[in-house]
């Protein structure tokens, strides 16, 4: 069965910093895997995709994922964090077994510090 | 282009009461529906989809139903509430094929008191 494991519930950064949100997934065909953003007491909004096509994702708000077979991972960042980019972040693969869903991640919620 | 809607956004109601959530999309036909519930500190859990009118698939056992009375309409529906009930409902589309991309509604906030 397909799923994501992120590492770490809670990330802070200061503003202006690099941003890592982690995730690995698994996946037993090769995986379509999504990074959403959410903001407080809203639905979630589609950061990037990654669909088998080129490995590093650039995505809205200046973010970008790189997926890494070898590694199972597709990790979230940003060069430099803004104080806009807090949020709640989660990771998400395909369904293979036909419901067309996303299995989600836990989320990552990231503070950035003035 | 495609819009959804989920309402009401926000809502409080007593232990035993009825719920109804309401969500239509707009601007597509024959999506897939999907129902997820988000509690508090907890990510994303899939409650229900449907890949047509009358066709529900349940993934989590509970005091919840769901119902497509017509193509573009997924409702969200309780008999009587528990307080293990709260939480944040949202509604999500997509494709029937495609990259599985969710699109969410802005999200309804349940709290049973």
């Known amino acids: 069965a397909q799923s994501v494991t992120q590492l770490g519930s809670h990330v802070s950064v200061s503003e202006g910093a690099l941003v890592l949100l982690r995730c690995n997934y698994s996946s037993s065909v090769p995986p379509y895997l999504f990074w959403y953003v959410q903001y407080p007491n809203q639905g979630l909004q589609l950061l990037l995709k990654y669909t088998s096509a080129a490995t590093l994702v650039k995505g809205i708000n200046g973010f970008e994922a790189e997926f890494k077979k070898s590694e199972t991972s597709f990790h979230l960042t940003k060069p430099s964090a803004h104080m806009s980019d807090a949020a709640e972040y989660f990771c998400a693969v395909s369904d293979t077994t036909g419901a067309n869903n996303l299995f989600f991640g836990t989320g990552t919620r990231l503070t950035v510090i003035p | 282009s495609q819009t959804i809607h989920q309402w009401p956004a926000t809502l409080v109601q007593p232990v035993g009461s009825p719920l109804s959530l309401e969500c239509t999309v707009e601007?597509?036909?024959?999506?897939?529906l999907y129902w997820y519930r988000q509690a508090a500190g907890r990510g994303l859990q899939l409650l229900f989809y449907s890949v047509g009118i009358g066709q529900i698939s349940s993934e989590v056992p509970q005091n919840l139903s769901a119902s497509r009375p017509q193509d573009r309409q997924f409702i969200l529906s309780s008999k009587k509430l528990l307080l293990s009930d709260s939480g944040f409902y949202l509604c999500?589309?997509?494709?029937?094929?495609?990259?599985?991309?969710?699109?969410f509604g802005a999200g309804s906030r349940l709290t049973v008191l």
């Open positions: 601007g597509t036909s024959n999506p897939n």
């Open positions: 999500a589309w997509n494709r029937r094929s495609g990259a599985n991309v969710l699109t």
